[in-house]
């Protein structure tokens, strides 16, 4: 995938199922073998009633957005404030997930770069976000991208890994 017109657009209601079909497809690929097939399969089978609430429900907390690669959808990335009460002022990526024909094409870096200056324009300062520390494509992913582990950790709900926050100032 060495030539390639990357577009970036704001997702709407009318793409759950699309945003689904990635989230699903992502997580069976990315995570087999970090977690356990059936906590796959579980949150695999709520994708598309998820989407369609976040997309419908616009509360301004986040911002969804799909990256299409010569017109077929590739993957998204979601954004905003960061959740974590102990890091005031910063954004947040709260989701990076692509098709696995998409891994290793640069699309996630493209996506990160897109959320980070959207996020700068928002007056940021500094964005986190958590990967599971065994996922180490994503990690180089992140490491590539300037975000640097920052020492904080939590439990994966339900399943023996933790995930790491990673964070970057932006300049």
Known sequence: MNQYRLTIRRANANDAGIMAEIHRRSWSAAYAGLL???TIERKNATREALWKHLL???SGSAYYYLAEV???TAGFVS???CRDENI????EIQGLYLLPE???CR???SLISFAVNELKKMGFARVSLWVLSTNCRAIRCYESNGFVKDGEKQDFIGEPVVELRYSRILD
């Open 88 to 91: 005031p002022g910063t954004g």
């Open 70 to 72: 010569n017109g077929k």
């Open 36 to 38: 356990s097939e059936e």
């Open 56 to 58: 419908q429900a616009d």
């Open 107 to 109: 699309i996630g870096s």
């Open 79 to 81: 954004f905003g404030h």
């Open 102 to 104: 998409f891994f290793r």
